[in-house]
């Protein structure tokens, strides 16, 4: 294993205390806990929005901290879901008076965790709503979940919800268009490399030189087929066109579209992919409003891409457009 830390055991910590060092005016880290929180958090009369889940996926959730998206997320050690007690400290530590929302990926882990979290602050008289994002089109069950997983199309749930919260809107409307996100938003990932969890020390799972595996999960779940590798067009059509199977699109319908890398994958690559997905999307009369190309939910050092798809509404548009003050999302 080749990695640049210190003891594996600590890897969360250090990363932590070095993400508050890099951006001191816009986050902060709460005292004895993995929570890095808004530094001006709690925010009088607005809704908290708190996320998280195991580390490994950065930037995701911390570095969508910041005016616009997240004032919150709980970190997990590596690929583990963080604990309902830590949640809870962050709900108390983001509640003005308002409530807090929930954004939370659909792992088994991280759902009973942040629902337990939600009860012990709901027995406290602290109002809490949530979301469970499943846009991964892959697979309806895994080794992590029941159900679709959650991946790349929480980030768009953050900005979303995260622009509504910052205007001022209460925790029902917060809850109505987050789920409006969830509703409209469809991903699907594909690797070519695995990744190594530092506290195991080898790779989570194996691909030979000459293949890939599609469908594959952000914690290296398994996918729906393993083959021999094949071009970025190709590549792109197969994850495209997943997609848009999984969810109606009329001719004219708006779009956000996220070419995301899955840590190792180099930006030339992405952009090579990105170029195929608009042209597929261009053929079938669908307008792309924004694109978005880079790493936004990892998977530690693994080689591969997520593509996804939100389908826009009006309102879409105007909270995705909104100011982002988040250090790994400044918009």
Do not use: W
Not at 109 to 123: C, H, K, W
Request: hydrophobic share 40%; charged share 25%; glycine share 10%.
């Amino acid at each position: 294993m080749k990695k640049i830390i210190n003891d594996p055991n600590h890897v969360v910590q250090d990363m932590i205390k070095g993400m508050v060092m890099a951006n001191p005016k816009t986050v902060k880290q709460l005292e004895d806990t993995l929570i890095i929180a808004r530094s001006e958090a709690p925010i009088a009369n607005k809704v908290g929005l708190v996320s998280g889940g195991g580390s490994g996926h950065e930037p995701a959730h911390a570095g969508y901290v910041g005016k616009g998206m997240l004032d919150a997320a709980v970190a997990g050690e590596v690929f583990t879901s963080p604990t309902p007690d830590q949640v809870l400290e962050a709900i108390k530590a983001l509640d003005s008076g308002k409530g807090v929302f929930l954004v939370i990926k659909n792992y088994t882990g991280d759902v009973l965790n942040f629902e337990m979290a939600q009860e012990l602050a709901e027995a406290e008289g602290i109002k809490v709503e949530k979301v469970v994002v499943n846009d991964d089109v892959a697979v309806e069950d895994s080794s992590f979940t029941t159900g679709r997983r959650g991946i790349a199309g929480t980030v768009f749930v953050h900005k979303i919800a995260g622009a509504k919260a910052e205007s001022g809107a209460s925790l029902e409307e917060v809850k109505a268009v987050a789920d409006r996100v969830v509703k409209n938003v469809r991903s699907m990932g594909m690797a070519l490399t695995p990744c190594t969890v530092p506290a195991a020390g080898r790779p989570s799972f194996q691909l030979d030189e000459n293949e890939m595996e599609i469908g594959i999960g952000i914690h290296g779940e398994p996918g729906i087929e393993r083959k021999s590798i094949a071009t970025a067009d190709e590549i792109a059509t197969e994850l495209t066109n997943k997609v848009l199977e999984d969810i109606e699109f009329s001719i004219g319908d708006d779009v956000a579209v996220m070419v995301n890398g899955l840590g190792s994958t180099p930006e030339m690559e992405l952009y090579i992919l990105n170029s195929k997905v608009h042209e597929i999307l261009n053929e079938k009369g669908i307008n792309v409003y924004k694109t978005f190309v880079g790493e936004y939910m990892t998977s530690l050092e693994m080689a591969g891409c997520s593509v996804t798809l939100l389908k826009l509404d009006e309102e879409l548009k105007v909270l995705l457009d909104a100011e982002s003050l988040a250090p790994a999302f400044l918009n």
